[in-house]
């Protein structure tokens, strides 16, 4: 029961370097999202996949970029990190196909510094 | 825009104890109204959920009325376990097909035995 697996768990980077988060689900979900969790703000999207092979901004995507490599895997790639990108990172995914289903399936999160 | 407003924490209870979560909203429309719920280390995972007014959800003993007069969506429980140590967020989502969900804060509490 592997469900939403994230990888790294946890990661420090130095301001300006780069890192791709990777998130794979095995529930054969059609849509899958990141978020980032900040002390004091909840949980806010920063890019969905509705689909495979479409991606869609969230609420807060400027600084990363996004791959739905195929059905199972969707990642976030940060390309030149800044302190402000300090956060939890959490993939999630939903069993429709149009990244609007309320019953969302969460990763145990990636926790990331950047100094 | 739509938002979530929940009370501030964390709570700190012992075993048995009642527990109200409070959590009001603000929305266009008629929104679907949720709990979320994320133990230490892991996912956050469903809890319940109401889609229209005056419907309640429950789950493990946990339980929510969704109050449209009142904007709330408060979380009950009549009687805490030290395992429902966790952190718990409300939220909801718009009508609408394009409609995603909106996450409160969350609010952390801590069961003692």
């Known amino acids: 029961n592997a469900g939403v697996t994230q990888t790294p768990k946890f990661q420090v980077l130095k301001t300006g370097q780069s890192m791709t988060l990777q998130c794979a689900q095995d529930m054969n979900h059609n849509s899958m999202y990141w978020y980032r969790q900040d002390p004091g703000m909840g949980l806010r999207l920063i890019y969905y996949s509705a689909s495979e092979g479409t991606t869609d901004k969230g609420e807060v995507p400027n600084g990363y970029n996004v791959s739905r490599l195929n059905k199972r895997e969707f990642s976030l790639r940060l390309e030149s990190a800044a302190p402000s990108q300090t956060s939890v990172y959490f993939c999630?995914?939903?069993?429709?196909?149009?990244?609007?289903?309320?019953?969302?399936?969460f990763g145990s999160g990636t926790q990331l510094s950047v100094l | 825009g739509d938002s979530v407003t929940q009370m501030e924490g964390p709570v700190t209870l012992s075993e048995e104890a009642f527990l109200t979560i409070n959590c009001t909203y603000t929305?266009?429309?008629?929104?679907?109204l949720f709990w979320y719920v994320q133990y230490p280390g892991e996912g956050l995972q469903l809890l319940l959920k109401a889609t229209k007014a005056d419907d309640k959800g429950s789950n493990k003993g946990f339980e929510a009325t969704y109050r449209k007069e009142t904007t709330s969506f408060h979380l009950e429980k009549g009687s805490v376990q030290v395992s429902d140590s966790a952190v718990y967020f409300c939220a909801l989502r718009e009508s609408g097909a394009n409609s995603k969900l909106t996450f409160g804060k969350g609010i952390t509490l801590s069961v003692r035995p």
């Open positions: 929305a266009t429309g008629y929104p679907s």
């Open positions: 999630a995914s939903s069993e429709d196909r149009f990244a609007t289903n309320e019953k969302l399936f």
